[in-house]
């Protein structure tokens, strides 16, 4: 088994100085911990694997694809593969659960 605590994965997130911290690689998945202050700016390009957030805290809007949706704490979006995403208008710390199939390369 393997175990993980939030608040420790954000520390050595934080740690790192980077936005994302893959904490889990696995065959067919990889599970990491993204993270975006109040007000920034979300990098994001689209990925060749389809992901699904788990918001562990936070508050923002997502678009995906033509589609917007507000999420917060306890919000699952699915975002497949190829499409374009992004978080914007962060107005709380954002800090997701981002799980990867297949593995992020």
């Known amino acids: 088994m393997k175990a993980f605590r939030l608040d420790e994965l954000e520390t ?23 993270a975006l202050d109040a007000g920034e700016l979300d990098p994001q390009r689209p990925h ?6 788990l918001v562990v805290s936070g508050r923002a809007s997502l678009t ?13 979006v699915y975002v497949p593969a190829g499409v374009a995403h992004k978080f914007h208008h962060i107005t709380e710390d954002l800090r997701v659960v981002v799980v990867f199939s297949p593995p992020e390369g």
């Open 12 to 34: 050595e997130r934080a740690a790192n100085d980077g936005a994302y911290l893959q904490f889990l690689r696995e065959r067919n998945m990889s599970v990491g911990l993204y």
């Open 48 to 53: 060749s694997q389809d992901e699904v957030y």
């Open 64 to 76: 995906v694809g033509l589609e917007t949706t507000q999420v917060a704490r306890g919000s699952v």
